[in-house]
């Protein structure tokens, strides 16, 4: 039997509709892992075989703030109305808890940094982690990640064309590259 | 959700970009909303799948594929030491596999890099005595079931990322003091009938 693998939680567990989604890192590969009640699904992503991360910004925040100063301001409008009519302490302290509450959850909204959706792009697949919801963890696993990747695919840069060569070529980063039109978009 | 090979939805508007278009690297945008993309390439980006067809084989001088008379051997399987041709050759997790050494690893479970699903049998067991507890008179008969699984499963693998099985031992706990509580309400029982 094969040594047990040592793995390392790169990003917290987060529940969606599909299920509980984790995200974990070991040696030579990503694996992507995806919980419903009791069975845990695995998607592997070997750091040889990542050709590459594209990181995109989401509007999710901009409807998550909506959402809560949305209905924080219904509750508070439903709230302000019952101590209009009743004039009570307790509602005035229930409106100043739901309007405490509400300004935090916007709070935290904002700081955690704009929303993003992360694919990881192989040769047959281009996979979307749902772990990764925020700016600073894309960032992060970036980060983790990068090196290794680098790392499993040292054979392939050594294999890439002298630098000379790549000098004298034209170059391969556009400066401003132009943005694609509607005719180029996939049907 | 797997999204069709080089092709990624635009997270703001939802087109299908292809990302054979957005070579040019760093930070694009979408055409049609003006969303920025940031991509990292890698190598291996630049590399064809591998399309290893093997060598026909020169007779007398190689020595042959053992799935294929005609091809020339390419590697050996690190695990059962036949002769691959550059079709058979599968790398996996590094080493050099055949396909009938992959399909029995999986089989007998004893590669755990192939698992692509596993059954948590632990936190399975553990709910059994726990929601009893809320429905105690199917105690009876969830208590024993629960040692039974729990011996059951015991050697059953669990998840990829925990190695201890304190769940199990939990709920083999949990199911002792049901069954200990059922003994003493059945004998509690007896005893005030006799009375």
């Known amino acids: 039997m094969s040594a047990p693998l040592q793995y390392r939680r790169l990003a917290r567990v987060r529940g969606t509709f599909s299920g509980i989604h984790s995200l974990w890192l070991a040696e030579t590969h990503l694996i992507a892992v995806r919980q419903i009640f009791y069975t845990e699904h695995y998607r592997r992503f070997y750091f040889h075989d990542i050709q590459a991360i594209t990181v995109q910004e989401t509007r999710t925040r901009f409807h998550l703030a909506l959402a809560w100063a949305i209905g924080g301001g219904l509750f508070a409008l439903l709230l302000g109305g019952l101590i209009a009519l009743s004039s009570g302490m307790a509602g005035a302290i229930a409106f100043a808890v739901v309007a405490l509450l509400t300004g935090l959850a916007l709070l935290i909204n904002q700081l955690l940094g704009p929303t993003v959706v992360l694919h990881l792009v192989t040769a047959v697949q281009s996979t979307p982690l749902p772990t990764v919801r925020r700016r600073r963890h894309a960032d992060k696993l970036r980060r983790a990640i990068h090196s290794k990747i680098m790392l499993a695919q040292r054979d392939l840069v050594l294999a890439s064309p002298p630098l000379a060569a790549v000098e004298s070529a034209p170059p391969a980063v556009a400066p401003e590259p132009a943005p694609l039109q509607d005719s180029e978009f996939l049907p | ?195």
């Open chain 2, 1 to 195: 959700m797997i999204e069709t090979p080089g092709t990624i939805p635009c997270a703001a508007c939802g087109s299908l970009l292809d990302l054979a278009r957005l070579r040019p690297g760093g930070r694009v945008s979408c055409g049609r909303c003006l969303n920025p993309i940031e991509i990292d390439f890698f190598p291996a980006d630049s590399v064809p799948l591998m399309t290893g067809h093997g060598e026909a084989l020169e007779e007398g001088t190689d020595s042959a594929c053992f799935f294929h008379a005609g091809k020339k051997a390419a590697a050996a399987c690190g695990a059962c030491g036949r002769y691959l041709c550059g079709l058979c050759v599968i790398d996996f997790a590094g080493e050099t596999r055949c396909a009938s050494c992959l399909e029995s690893g999986k089989k007998k479970g004893k590669l755990s890099e192939l698992d692509d699903r596993r059954t948590l049998y632990d936190s399975m067991v553990l709910v059994i005595p726990l929601a009893s507890i809320i429905m105690w008179p199917v105690m009876f008969f969830t208590a024993p079931l629960t040692l039974f699984l729990t011996v059951w499963y015991w050697k059953k693998p669990g998840s990829l990322f925990r190695a201890n099985r304190w769940r199990f031992v939990l709920a083999a706990v949990i199911a002792l003091v049901e069954l200990l509580g059922i003994a003493w309400f059945l004998f509690a029982m007896v005893k005030g009938f006799r009375q």
